[in-house]
């Protein structure tokens, strides 16, 4: 009699202490209640309660279950754990058999890796990751996480530090003579100076991006570009101040330079 009522004593402040929120005496109490009384269908509920791997709690509620198969409340638990049981090893299969363009849906939800308090049933399609939809990136091979898109990108980028600096020594003189070659030929072309600008301008900026292209051995650098443009626009620099001396509309030729090079540089050294 003196067991049962250890028994008793251990589950009642066993519970207790779950109610309270002291979750880690109640996991010890009921622990230790279950040990002490297997036979306890009580205990083994309380402590299902309380663990907090899916996996514990399922042993918890069979356990409950083989001494007492109707008890409702072991029967629902067990159910519910099942189900969410189901629903976490499900995710990865459906990962790796998933088709290339399918977005990766699990049938359980999951929080967002990046916005823990946002629910998804979003996955990315590479490392099986919960993301939302606010971080999902869209893909041609599907959705995918941020760090799987740097991943990507850091691929996609095969060019190092020292390729930037080649830019720009490649960029800069060549900006230097195209600014000013442009602006003192095409300056003595009265009313066609505006169209033939228009198509020189490009021309001469593709001939550099092509310059720096080759310079590089056609790897791929993130910032390739921007350093291009920057070299162009420090080169003809000098031209706009120039050109100021005579007024405004001495500024067309080198912005025209400056803002139509800008542009195809962009575009040509993606
Ligand atoms: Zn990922
Ligand atoms: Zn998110």
Known sequence: MADTNTTQDLLQQGLTAARVGDVEDARRLLTRATQEHPN???AWLGLAGVVDSLEYKQRCFTKALELEPDNAQ???GLRLVEEKLAAKQQPPQIVHTSS???PVISTGLDFCHYHPDVETGLRCNKCGKPICPKCAVRTPVGFRCPECIRDLEEKFYTGGNMDYLIAAVIAFPLSLIGAGLFTTILSGFGFFTL???FFVAPFVAGLIAEAVRWGVG???SRYLRHVVVAALLIATAPFLLLGLGSGLFGLILPGMFAF??????SARLR
């Open 40 to 42: 306890s269908v009580a």
């Open 74 to 76: 072991a029967q629902a």
């Open 100 to 102: 290339a363009e399918e």
């Open 195 to 197: 169209i033939i600008g």
């Open 218 to 220: 056609k790897r791929r």
């Open 260 to 265: 139509l090079g800008a542009g195809t540089i």
